[in-house]
């Protein structure tokens, strides 16, 4: 009488073999896991080493910028973790945005850019949707969809009127990013004590964009505010050329 064989757990989906090869991307007992079905099959873990040799291969032929040159600010502090790119089709939820100003530039051909914001909150990780209630200590990644490459600045703007530039890191111009699905970013942010609300705006542009021109539309809108401060809860794009992303956190008090 032939054996009744053992009943196999099922193997990990390239994606989540993918997100194991980066330190943080997965809860921790979700990665334990992961490595404990490793250690007995073989055909796992040559497919992950295809991941890695694949994920090498792409960051060989397009290199990453390093967040851990982001300039102090006072209500964040750069997170830098291993750069990590999805290389399985991701399911995601985009945030919508955007503004169009034919005046102003051409208008976007094409599926329209998207970014990712993935949050984790201790050992959770989730996609946000504005308004996201987060809280400190909670950390940001921004994930890219594009068709094309195109150029990316990614600004976060809070009720006090401070901006701040989260990508590329210490820059005062959007920085030049790559086509293709789920794509992300190679560091994060962490959120600390700060309490109220802010907005991240990610700027998809044909062309380089300028600081400084985000600092002028945001004079104008200020000007139509009366002259007062800016309210980021009712602000969902900038008068900026180009395809906006941008999401709205609301700062949790404690045990909120």
């Known amino acids: 009488m032939p054996t009744t064989p053992e009943k196999r757990i099922a193997c990990p989906s390239d ?7 980066v330190e943080g991307e997965l809860p921790g007992a979700e990665q334990e896991a992961i490595e404990a079905h490793l250690a007995g099959c073989d055909r796992c873990r040559r497919r992950r080493r295809e991941l890695e040799d694949e994920r090498n291969e792409l960051y060989a032929h397009r290199p990453m910028v390093d967040l851990r040159t982001l300039r102090p600010r ?8 291993g750069a990590a790119a999805c290389l399985a089709a991701l399911v995601a939820v985009w945030l919508a945005a955007g503004i169009v100003a034919p005046e102003e530039g051409p ?3 094409g599926a329209a850019p998207s970014l990712e914001f993935r949050v984790q909150h201790e050992e959770n990780v989730f996609v946000a949707r504005s308004p996201a209630h987060l809280h400190p200590g909670d950390r940001i990644r921004f994930g890219t969809t594009l068709d094309h490459d195109a150029w990316l600045l990614i600004v976060n703007l809070d009720d006090e009127g401070a901006l701040d530039v989260y990508f590329p890191p210490g820059g005062d111009r959007s920085a030049r990013v790559s086509a293709g699905t789920g794509i ?3 560091g994060s942010i962490r959120l600390d004590e700060h309490r109220g609300t802010e907005r991240i705006f990610a700027l998809f542009t044909r062309r380089q964009l300028r600081l400084e021109e985000v600092r002028a539309a945001l004079g104008r809108l200020r000007q139509r505010a009366g002259g007062g401060r800016i309210d980021v809860a009712s602000i969902e794009a900038l008068p900026l050329p180009g395809r906006q992303t ?11």
Request: net charge positive; hydrophobic share 45%.
């Open 74 to 81: 006072q209500h964040w502090r750069p997170l830098v973790v």
């Open 15 to 21: 994606l989540k073999l993918s997100l194991s090869l």
């Open 107 to 109: 208008r976007w051909k």
């Open 246 to 256: 941008s999401l709205l956190i609301v700062k949790e008090k404690p045990g909120g």
């Open 184 to 186: 992300f970013l190679p």
